[in-house]
């Protein structure tokens, strides 16, 4: 009686740091793997898609733990400095804030000239500076921050003094229904850095011409 041989299966199978599909296979497509990073809420500082060899051969694409095996030291190096920054900034998420929620939120055009370009909130002296009128990711704190953000608004009748009549809410917002993660809020904060850090750069370029 000969023994059948074992199925081959795909290196990394059971591999922590590198993530297949369902099927324990690799992904078919780059975008299947980027849509399945998304879903499942891993940052892009933390992990990337890369090929990767499929079972009887040929290639297909994988989420892979950027720079497992690597010393903290080495794996540092490799990394950019928006992507340090926003690892920091999860690494703090993960450890104070575990069972914090994420919300998708946008900010309403200014009313007025005397509106600020972009809406700020601060929380425990951490502050987000935050686009209008675009759907971005706020943790919870923030999202009330908004919430409660009022100011005073006045009425003048010819003749009288001034007089207060109510309150205006500040940041005026529009939430969805369906919740954010926390790795999709890394790697938004990851692409406003690198968006800063551009628009930064090109500035002092214009200063020094």
Same mark, same amino acid.
């Given at each position: !009686? /000969?023994? %059948?041989?074992?199925? =081959?299966?795909?290196?990394?199978?059971?591999?922590?740091?590198?993530?297949?599909?369902?099927? *324990?296979?690799?992904? =078919?497509?780059?975008?299947?793997?980027?849509?399945?990073?998304?879903?499942?809420?891993?940052?892009? /500082?933390?992990?990337?898609?890369?090929?990767?060899?499929?079972?009887?051969?040929?290639?297909?694409?994988?989420?892979?733990?950027?720079?497992?095996? !690597?010393?903290?030291?080495?794996?540092?190096?490799?990394? #950019?400095?928006?992507?340090?920054?926003?690892?920091?900034?999860? &690494?703090?998420?993960?450890? /104070?804030?575990? #069972?914090?929620?994420?919300?998708?939120?946008?900010?309403?055009?200014?009313?007025?000239?005397?509106?600020?370009?972009?809406?700020? +909130?601060?929380?425990?002296? %951490?502050? +987000?500076?935050?686009?209008?009128?675009?759907?971005?990711?706020?943790?919870?704190?923030?999202?009330?921050?908004?919430?409660?953000?009022?100011?005073?608004?006045?009425?003048?009748?010819?003749?009288?003094?001034?007089?207060?009549?109510?309150? +205006?809410?500040?940041?005026?917002?529009?939430?969805?229904?369906?919740?954010? #993660?926390? *790795?999709?809020?890394? %790697? !938004?904060?990851?692409?406003?850095?690198?968006?800063?850090?551009?628009?930064?750069?090109?500035?002092? &370029?214009?200063?020094?011409?």
């Amino acid at each position: !009686m /000969t023994q %059948e041989p074992e199925a =081959k299966q795909p290196k990394g199978q059971n591999d922590p740091n590198i993530i297949l599909s369902n099927s *324990g296979q690799p992904f =078919k497509t780059e975008g299947a793997a980027k849509s399945a990073r998304a879903t499942k809420g891993l940052a892009i /500082t933390d992990w990337d898609v890369q090929p990767h060899e499929q079972e009887g051969g040929g290639v297909g694409f994988a989420i892979i733990r950027k720079n497992f095996g !690597m010393s903290d030291t080495e794996e540092d190096v490799h990394r #950019t400095p928006a992507e340090k920054e926003a690892a920091a900034i999860k &690494a703090k998420l993960d450890s /104070t804030s575990e #069972t914090e929620k994420f919300y998708w939120v946008r900010f309403h055009d200014k009313t007025n000239q005397q509106d600020p370009d972009h809406v700020e +909130l601060g929380v425990n002296g %951490e502050v +987000l500076k935050i686009q209008r009128n675009k759907w971005v990711i706020l943790p919870a704190r923030f999202l009330e921050c908004a919430r409660h953000a009022v100011h005073p608004h006045f009425q003048q009748v010819p003749g009288q003094p001034r007089k207060q009549v109510g309150t +205006l809410v500040t940041w005026p917002h529009d939430v969805r229904q369906e919740h954010a #993660t926390r *790795g999709q809020y890394a %790697e !938004m904060l990851a692409e406003g850095t690198k968006a800063d850090r551009a628009s930064y750069e090109a500035a002092a &370029a214009v200063s020094q011409t």
